[in-house]
Structure formats: C-alpha cells, structure tokens
C-alpha cells in the first residue's frame, strides 16, 4: 500500500475525518487526537498493511508506523484532513473561502507574514523593557551603570539576540520542513566561529534565514520521498543539513546580505531624501494596504531594519494611520446623531487609542466612507512628522500610545500622534458622511 492509501485506511478505522481534531507524529508514531475514542475500530486498524500496532495514550490514539513512515503518513493524513468540511465552524469556512480568492503573491506574503508573526510578543517585551531602560538612563545616568540595569539590558536585548534561530524555527514549520532543522540551519549561518574560516557571521540577517529554512524544507520533504524508510530517520536530516548548511554558506547568505543591505539602504534613504513627503504617502495609504492585506510584506522589513539599525523607522510613520483613525473617529462621534454609532466609536476608541484599529476600522470609518478618508489624511500628517525627524521604534507588533516608549525621541512620536488625531478629526469633519438613521 501506499503511503496517501495507508492514511486513508487509517482515517477510515479511526472514525472519519470528522472524527480526528488533529494529527501530528514523533519519530515512529502516528498521534491521533479524537473526538470519539468510541468509533475506533482497532482490530482493523492493526490489519492494515504497515501498522505495526496501536496504543490508547489517554489524551491521543497513537499508530505505530515505524521511522520514515510515520513522518510520511502523517503527512498524507494531514492533507486528507485539511480537505475535509468543516460543518458548523463559520470561522474556518470564512478561511478557506478567503483562501480559495487569494492571489499567489497574498498567500506567498502570508506565509512570510506567518514566520514573524509568533516572534510579536517576545518584540513587544523585550522593546518596551528597552525603552523603558532607555528612559530611565536618561532620568538617572547613574542607574545605568547598575548591575540591575545592565541584566535587564540583557532582558530586553534577549530576542534579538536569538532572533535568527527563532526565525529558523518558524520558517521551516511555515515551509513543511523540521522547525529543529530550520533552527540548526540559522545556528551555523549566525555562528561566531564562521569568522575564524574568513566569513562573516550573521550576515544577511533573518532575509538569509529565511532563504535557508525554505531550502531546507524543500529538500527534505524531497529526500522523505526519495531515501528508503528504514534510513530515512538518519540519512534524511544529515543531507539536508550538509547540502543546505554549504548552500546557505556559499550561495544564501551573500545573496540574503546583498538584499538585506538593499532593503536596508532603500528604505532610509527614502525617508532621509523624501522626509515629509514619504512619511506622508507611506502613511496615508497603509490603511488601504491593510485591508488588501498586502501589509504583511513589510513584517520582514521591520524585523531587518531593527537587525541592522536597532530601530524601524517604519513602524512609527505607519502607527500614525491608526492615529489619524482615531481622530477621524472622535470627529464621528462628535457629529453623529446615531446613539448605536455614538457607542459603538466609544467602546473602540480605547482600544484604537492603543493601537488596536481593527474595530474602529470596520465598525466605524471604513463603512462610512468618507471618514476612512479623513484618517488617511490624519495618518499622513502623523507620517509627515515621524519622517521629518527620523524617529525609530525598537519594537515591532505594538503600535498607539505604547509604541512610545520605545521610540529614540519620545516627545517628537507624541508630537505627531497628536497631529494625526488632530488632522483625522478636522478632515473628518470637513468631508462629512451620511449620518445612518435610527434603527
């Protein structure tokens, strides 16, 4: 049998598709977690050609398949299950829908998107306890040179410290591989010994990274197909490791330096040259880029700058769009007469105010229109301050008020925070809206 026929076999005895929440494995078993241990049919399973056995773990049925196969047959199980309808899960079905409507280049940014995206809250501790550091050393020079200070200056630095390895991690999950795999393959291009072989250590950054982890996957998931079973479990990682570690060396890591110092050049050479200008165009149009969802292209970018400079310098102009979006808001709720409305801007304001927009964008400015226009012009006047004094944040995944404290010049980046909410609110009340009627 098959590897795609044996899972099939085994979803079939294990009560259906709709039975199985998940499945993952080790190294020789397949991991079931059901919904109803009681559809099992076990004698069946245990007949099947390949299954060496089964085991009832209590929190999961586990199928033994042996090394090599278990990897495989899982994988095949997977893409049985991720088939499957979904009845009654309104979430999962809006999903699959927007998925099936996603151009290559959006499904592409988002899984770019989706090997950043769990670093968030280790950006967002470790930036604010750097801001927050950097605020005190400036009230008190002398806490600086405390033993408390320079630990806690170890707290905040620790994700950028291992954020390679982290982003290895993440982009061989995100691309099918084995996230240790993707981690080893980080570890040897950041290497401090590499400079003892005339190579520079790191460079290329998380671009190089992620370069590597993708090549990585694509070669294993080849050499499952290709190594026989019983060697598969050694051999596998091996030469993924020795081919894509040379490659990474040699070819993906002066390749990834090379972008990385583009990217890096191009974006503060734009805002150096463009000032205002850039900040505010970059600004006034990131709203609409967040609702096509092209947004997640620049999640890499920041990762990078912060990488090379410290600081994105990015991050503070475009908070600034969900600053113009809260004084577009505060001007709604100030000239509607709808009581619904008049709520609805009150209880998402706060949140906006800390950088959470979601709600005021599609609860609020964006179905009425033309106050989705007053916050872009709010965030591009926002934008248009940020850029002219090239303030930078530490930090990324935080945006509103909080971002502040992690910013190289805290009075300026509150300074144009309250320019977006002041021009927002005029914009706003200039250009108007239909007021909706009374339910």
């Known amino acids: 049998m098959t590897n795609e026929e044996i899972a099939a076999k085994i979803i079939e005895n294990l009560g259906g598709a709709e039975n199985i929440s998940s499945a993952a494995n080790c190294m020789t078993r397949l991991r079931a977690q059901l919904i109803d241990k009681g559809k099992v049919q076990t004698d069946a399973l245990k007949k099947i050609d390949g299954v060496s056995g089964v085991y009832d773990a209590g929190a999961e049925f586990q199928i033994i398949l042996g090394p090599g196969r278990a990897t495989n047959v899982t994988g095949a199980v997977n893409e049985i299950l991720n088939k499957r309808p979904r009845i009654g899960d309104a979430k999962a079905v809006h999903d699959e829908i927007r998925a099936k409507n996603a151009t290559p280049a959006k499904l592409f940014l988002k899984k770019i998107a989706g090997i950043f995206t769990p670093l968030i809250p280790g950006f967002i501790a470790c930036g604010l306890i750097t801001g927050i550091l950097g605020v005190s050393a400036k009230i008190s020079p002398e806490f600086a040179q405390a033993e408390t200070f320079k630990l806690l200056a170890v707290f905040g630095n620790a994700v950028f410290w291992g954020m390679n390895l982290f982003v290895g991690v993440n982009a061989a999950k995100v691309f099918g591989g084995t996230p240790i795999l993707g981690g080893v393959l980080a570890a040897i291009m950041t290497h401090p010994a590499l400079a003892d072989a005339g190579l520079v250590p790191g460079r290329g950054g998380v671009i190089s990274v992620v370069l590597v982890a993708a090549l990585g996957a694509w070669l294993e998931k080849k050499l499952h197909k290709i190594i026989p079973e019983m060697f598969d479990l050694f051999l596998t990682p091996l030469v993924t490791v020795l081919i894509s570690g040379a490659a990474a060396i040699f070819v993906l890591q002066p390749v990834g330096g090379a972008i990385s110092e583009t990217i890096g050049a191009a974006a503060t050479g734009a805002i150096a040259s463009g000032g205002a200008a ?65 709520k609805t801007v009150a209880s998402a304001l706060p949140v906006g105010i800390m950088g959470i927009g979601e709600p005021l964008i599609y609860g609020v400015t964006f179905p009425l229109g033309k106050p989705f226009i007053g916050a872009c012009i709010g965030g591009a006047f926002g934008g248009a301050v940020q850029a002219s004094f090239m303030v930078g944040a530490a930090t990324l995944g935080i945006s509103g008020l909080p971002l502040a404290a992690t910013t190289n010049n805290i009075p300026v980046y509150l300074m144009g925070v309250v320019v977006a909410y002041v021009a927002g609110f005029v914009a706003t009340w200039i250009l108007g809206f239909e007021d909706p009627a009374e339910d």
């Open 278 to 342: 850039v900040g505010a165009i970059l600004a006034g149009f990131w709203l609409p880029m967040v609702m096509f969802g092209v947004h997640q292209a620049l999640t890499p970018i920041h990762v990078d700058l912060i990488s090379q400079y410290g600081v994105t310098i990015l991050l503070p102009i475009l908070a600034m769009a969900g600053a113009g979006q809260v004084g577009a808001s505060i001007a709604v709720y100030f000239k509607t007469k709808n009581k619904f409305l008049k």
